[in-house]
């Protein structure tokens, strides 16, 4: 933990203290906030003259938690107070004077937004004019042009390190009321639970007061007593009382988001302002409905998204990936962009076409179609900034350093594309954008324990500004691995570590990706799960990478191993069987069993001090996986002959294991199948196109993974693939016939690093 703490710049226990500790952070005043006092002022005086406050928020959970905190508040203090929460389809974000001056002929006095305002020039310039005062709050980038407010309270107003430049718009919310609460009998902690959604749901920086509070407001959500958040927590399955940030970014927030991409966004200010247990579980089960909706959605756009990148590649090769879909629904292309962003490594915008009734609204009668579209970056890259350098041709933008909104015409997409690629190519300098994952620690398999968890919680909650500690394993093997989630679209993968020791490792949306082939080291994030009561360790899958081979021009002299050859010495499986019984000795044999004789496969070697071949791999890529697995210091040659050498034996062999896939549902890896029928991989990949083509079996293989169904039809091998087949199993017979000839493929090996 002093590692980790000192690799973030806190170096000294004064330091750490108001890190770990928030009753040891003595948070900013709210006052340091620009206009704050003017805006409270403002809001008093609407109270003690009894004049009604519009709340106007946002959509999106900062929004809705924002607004929920006010209109509670001001209740509590005696206000007349309405609210107004735009609808994402015919609205968007930001003030509009369509649905505003409706407000304002019903006698509005004053208008208090939150998580929005601070773009929304002409609405409250027509506001004023009609008489009603605007006091925003929000925390968006300031655009060149700051709106005619009574009062305009954002924290990007203040200098890069001030402690309250990061907070989002429900911790500005927060601020404002708590100064409009002093001398009250209002306390504003009890609002602390909301301010935690708001503050994970809106992936504000962990600095600062931000970073105070969450602290704050995660021990206030996990003893809420808001009917509302309990039965939304109780359908994500969430344990309360251990309720933390993951829990609110991946459960908690979605469903409150849900509404607000397919819905009207009101209900949820009901929802966590209600004390009514029965009309909570009723909006909570909407929301259950629509979260549902939302997630069939999102897939759908997804894959509509890749088919497009398939079909037209070319939308690759520039810096930000640029993507329209006319039918696309507007509330899930924020999500798909973001997915996008994952997966390729590069700012992506996703568009699709504007309402007519937005489009009239952003633009007025007559003009040329919209797009409207929401945009992801990548760290390091502003995506708001490329954007907002070409607003020449757009129609309105907005957003953060990695997310925004904008809307263009549609005739212009391909100009914008290329517009925003090369402003984000001047933001790179021209370099090559590549994808990094800061590593904070090697630490061996044995050494990720539920300990280690537990300490590290300390210095959660993780996130922006506070990112979650990734740790690395060296030289471990996939020992076996189990499909998991309703679709088996996440993988449960035992790696197995250098000195034998095993964990299990989630790693999700795992359904493209392959397993690694050989030895690999892995990176992974360190929690705890808990179930049922039980606490237990979890570790998640980040990322792989293969170990290189080694060369003796980069290591220096090759190392030489002790080659014994045992051919000449009678009954080889007698031989076998007391090379096994020596202690320390590590048997490697496939496709060939002998009684009494314990062996690995390829995928199940560790290293060791004598290596016994009792079968001798098929290739000499296969030979340098065995030897870089287990590192032998002597090797003992005993070379029996697989079942699998000839073109019989491995056709026999290898439809049997596809009969046992059948009858059992589920198929080996490509990289298991081999070891078990002791051949390379495409030699196999061979075999299960002969068996396919003369109707033994129906197989299909995506990335590592593989389907096997029984044949439908009877056929004949094409000949041509029939030779192939023949071919490589002549080169595996060749290879080993050349290595129990000679010691120079078994005895060469590289030094270690």
């Known amino acids: 933990m002093a590692k980790l703490l000192a690799q973030r710049g806190i170096q000294s226990v004064e330091d750490a203290r108001p890190f770990l500790d928030p009753a040891a952070y003595d948070p900013a005043p709210p006052e340091a906030l620009p206009d704050l006092e003017k805006g409270v002022s403002r809001i008093r005086s609407a109270i003690e003259r009894g004049e009604q406050v519009l709340v106007w928020g946002d959509f999106d959970v900062d929004g809705q ?67 009603v005062d605007v006091v925003v709050t929000d925390h968006h980038d300031l655009p060149s042009r700051l709106p005619p407010a009574e009062a305009l309270i954002n924290p990007k107003r203040l200098p890069e390190d001030h402690p ?114 029965g009309e909570a579980r009723a909006i909570a089960d909407d929301l259950e409905e629509l979260n549902d909706r939302r997630k069939l959605l999102t897939a759908q756009v997804f894959e509509a998204a890749r088919r497009k990148l398939r079909w037209e590649p070319e939308l690759l090769q520039t810096a930000v990936l640029v993507l329209y879909g006319e039918q696309w629904p507007a509330g899930v292309i924020g999500i798909v962009a973001h997915r996008l962003t994952e997966k390729y490594y590069k700012p992506t915008i996703l568009l699709t076409s504007a309402s007519e009734e937005y489009a009239q609204r952003e633009g007025g009668e007559g003009q040329e179609a919209l797009a409207r579209g929401s945009a992801r ?193 009678g009954g080889l499986e007698d031989t076998l069987r007391a090379l096994a019984d020596r202690g320390g000795a590590q048997v490697w044999m496939e496709a060939c069993q002998v009684d009494g004789v314990g062996a690995k496969s390829r995928l199940e070697l560790t290293p060791c001090e004598e290596l016994v071949l009792g079968t001798v791999p098929p290739s000499r890529s296969v030979l340098e996986e065995v030897l870089s697995a287990c590192e032998p210091e002597r090797i003992h040659v005993v070379g029996l002959s697989p079942a699998t050498a000839g073109l019989e034996g491995f056709t026999r062999r290898l439809l049997g294991l596809c009969k046992h896939a059948i009858r059992s549902g589920k198929a080996a890896p490509l990289p298991k199948l081999a070891a078990a029928m002791g051949h390379e991989e495409r030699t196999v990949h061979l075999g299960l196109q002969w068996l396919e083509e003369r109707g033994k079996i129906q197989a299909a293989k995506t990335g590592q993974k593989l389907s096997i169904k029984p044949g439908s039809t009877s056929g004949e091998a094409d000949s041509s693939l029939e030779q192939a087949l023949e071919e490589a199993l002549q080169e595996a017979r060749a290879f080993r016939k050349y290595a129990l000839r000679g010691e120079a493929p078994l005895a060469k090996r590289s030094a270690a690093k």
């Open 377 to 569: 970056s990548v760290e390091d890259l502003n995506i708001t900034a490329a954007i907002a350098g070409h607003s020449d041709i757009l129609e309105s933008f907005g957003g953060h350093p990695m997310a925004a909104g904008v809307t263009l015409p549609k005739a212009k997409i391909g100009r914008f594309r290329r517009l925003v690629s090369r402003s984000i190519v001047e933001q790179k300098g021209g370099e090559d954008i590549v994808e990094t994952l800061q590593i904070d620690s090697y630490l061996p398999l044995e050494e990720l324990t539920l300990q280690l968890a537990e300490d590290l919680r300390q210095a959660a909650p993780f996130g922006p500004g506070n990112r979650e500690p990734v740790f690395a394993c060296r030289n471990l093997r996939v020992s076996g691995y189990e499909e998991i989630g309703s679709d088996g679209g996440h993988l449960k993968v035992t790696v197995t570590g250098p000195e034998s020791a095993s964990r299990e490792v989630l790693w999700w949306n795992a359904q493209e990706e392959d397993l690694p082939d050989g030895i690999f080291d892995l990176a992974v994030t360190v929690s705890t799960n808990v179930f049922r009561g039980e606490r237990s360790l979890q570790l998640t899958w980040e990322d792989s990478r293969v170990r290189r081979k080694e060369t003796g021009e980069e290591t220096g002299e090759a190392r030489s191993t002790e080659v014994i050859g045992h051919r000449g010495e």
């Open 65 to 131: 938690t924002s607004t929920a905190l006010l209109v509670e508040a001001l209740r509590e203090l005696g206000a007349d107070v309405d609210y107004h929460v735009p609808h994402r389809e015919r609205e968007s974000h930001g003030v509009n004077w369509e649905h505003l001056e409706g407000y304002v002929e019903n006698g509005i006095g004053v208008v208090l937004t939150c998580d929005t305002g601070i773009s929304s020039h002409e609405p409250i310039r027509k506001a004023r004019e009609s008489g």
């Open 164 to 277: 309250l430049r990061t907070l989002p718009g429900v911790g500005v919310a927060y601020k404002f009321v708590q100064t409009l609460a002093e001398d009250t009998r209002l306390g504003p902690e009890g609002f602390l639970d909301l301010v935690a959604l708001g503050i994970v749901a809106d992936i504000a920086v962990l600095r600062g007061d931000t970073r105070y509070l969450l602290q704050q407001g995660l021990e206030k959500l996990r003893e809420t007593e808001r009917p509302g958040l309990k039965a939304v927590m109780d359908n994500a399955n969430v344990t309360r009382e251990e309720a933390d940030e993951e829990d609110i970014g991946y459960r908690i927030g979605p469903r409150l988001n849900a509404v607000g991409r397919l819905g009207d966004a009101n209900i949820s200010i009901s929802l966590l302002t209600t004390e009514d247990p």
